[in-house]
């Protein structure tokens, strides 16, 4: 996942200036809160939690059809 850079804010910031994050959220579409100094938490739009959270049907494909290559003796054993 790319981050961007304008997007991160750190907890403190975050705790004490809320509003501030939730206007990054609109500009960017999310926003990133830094627990020492590292990325922890992200935060998005309401709207935009599906579409982050749901894998693509391509992706989902592609790792079948790695699963499959990797596992095809194994399939084939069990196909008998």
Excluded at 10 to 23: H, L, M
Excluded at 34 to 46: A, C, G, Q, V
Aim: no cysteine; charged share 20%; hydrophobic share 40%.
């Amino acid at each position: 996942m790319n981050i961007n850079t304008n997007t991160m804010v750190s907890i403190s910031e975050a705790n004490q200036n809320f509003s501030k994050v939730a206007r990054l959220v609109d500009q960017y579409g999310s926003a990133v809160i830094l627990k020492n100094n590292t990325p922890r938490y992200l935060i998005l739009e309401f709207n935009q939690a599906d579409e982050q959270l749901s894998a693509s049907t391509d992706d989902v494909l592609a790792a079948s059809e790695k699963l499959i290559a990797r596992n095809k003796v194994v399939y084939e054993e069990l196909a008998k």
